[in-house]
Every structure is written in C-alpha cells, then in structure tokens.
C-alpha cells in the first residue's frame, strides 16, 4: 500500500522560533497534500490543501503568514510554523492523495508531528 | 456545507461482543464517500472502511462493517467479536466532489473490556 512519512515525529522547540515538518509520499505522486491539526482528545481539523506547484489553500480562521506551506514536488509538502507560540503545540497530520475522488485509496495518511512548543 | 457527527463520546464493550459506532452527516453533494478511521494511542490513522454514496452495498472489511443508510444519512460502523486491541478512538469522515478535502467527526472513543 501506499506510504506517507513525516519528519519529525516529534519536536520540541523553544518559543519565538520556525519550526518545518515533511510530509513525503514515499511510492507514489501525490498531487495535492493535506494538513491536519489535532488538539489532544480532540478531532482532526483540515488546516490547508496544497496542490503541487501552486499556493495553499488555506481554511477559514487558519493563519497564512503563521504556518506556510510549500509543495514542491509530487512527493514532498513541508508545513513551516513560524515564529511558534505555546498555543501552537500540537499534533499535526498530513494525508497525500493522487487526486481522484471518492475512493479512500486516494487518500493517505502520514503517522503525524506532535509538537511541543516551550 | 458539510457535517459529521458523532454522538458517543465514550463507549464500554465487553471482549468478543459486537459494538456499534454511531456517525451521522449531513451533505448537498449527490456523490460522497465515508469513511472510518482508527487512531490508537499512537496517533497514526488507520483506515478502516469505505462506503460510496452510490455503493448498493453496504461495505465489510473482515470485522467491520458499514451499517449505511442513506435516507437517514447514517454510516455506523459495527465490530464484530471485538479484541482488546480495537480499543482506541473511532472517527467518521466524509469526502465530498469538491476538493477532495475530508472531514472529520468528534470521534468516539471505543473502551474493550476483558
């Protein structure tokens, strides 16, 4: 089946600095990537949607200048939280899809980022 | 706009009993897929089962199974004979035509007692 990493699985950094996160789609091209972020005990909220060589989509109330998101390639999506805040800790997901509808082998879901923010 | 909702928070089965998880959603698209998800302490997401909203069928998987019932927009997910190791927290979601986004319900989490 198809892989999603991420790296790394988990982050500790101090507040006030940039902290990236990669998603890789490991044996297959992805053309659009997902960002998930997960508050403990709670359920997983869509953050953007980025398709290959152009800019993110970002969901309502979600920050552009605070988590950029850069897809590269069809294999590699990178969330950047910058200048990273205590409020930011979290757990963050991405799921890779190749694109077509409907069908839950076109999406695919990486082991997650938790991040702790000091 | 899309919704989905999970009504149990919480919910105790006892070892090799069946369990049934409830999901109801709400969508104007005519073609949608659910799903339901895993997530163990861990954190990963483990897919579980699809249902197309034009599946006549409903969907199994080995030990799950996808109680859909259009009309009443519900897609509950049934464990059969549950193992110590399906304890974890269950989330519904759904797909709809535009953007491939998926969205998530609150989740329940599944208790299996020995």
């Known amino acids: 089946g198809a892989v999603v990493s991420q790296h790394p699985s988990r982050v500790i950094c101090k507040s006030g600095t940039s902290v990236k996160i990669e998603c890789r789609s490991l044996d297959f091209q992805a053309t659009t990537m997902f960002w998930y972020r997960q508050f403990p005990k709670k359920s997983l909220m869509l953050m953007a949607t980025s398709n290959e060589g152009s800019k993110a989509t970002y969901e309502q109330g979600v920050e552009k200048d605070k988590f950029l998101i850069n897809h590269a390639s069809l294999t590699l999506s990178t969330l950047t939280v910058t200048s990273a805040h205590p409020e930011d800790s979290s757990f963050y997901i991405c799921s890779a899809s190749t694109g077509t509808s409907g069908r839950q082998e076109t999406q695919y879901f990486g082991p997650g980022t938790r991040l702790l923010v000091l | 706009a899309q919704k989905i909702t999970q009504t149990q928070p919480g919910m105790f089965v006892q070892e090799k009993e069946a369990v049934t998880l409830d999901c109801t959603y709400d969508?104007?698209?005519?073609?949608?897929?659910l799903f339901w998800y895993k997530q163990p302490s861990s954190g990963e997401m483990i897919f579980l089962i699809y249902q197309g909203s034009y599946d006549e069928q409903n969907a199994t998987e080995g030990r799950y199974s996808l109680n859909f019932q259009k009309a009443r927009k519900s897609a509950n997910l049934v464990i059969s004979a549950s193992q110590l190791g399906d304890s974890a927290m269950y989330f519904c979601?759904?797909?709809?035509?535009?953007?491939?986004?998926?969205?998530f319900g609150a989740g329940t989490r599944l208790f299996v007692k020995a």
């Open positions: 979601a759904m797909r709809g035509t535009g953007g491939f986004k998926t969205i």
């Open positions: 969508t104007s698209d005519q073609s949608y897929g």
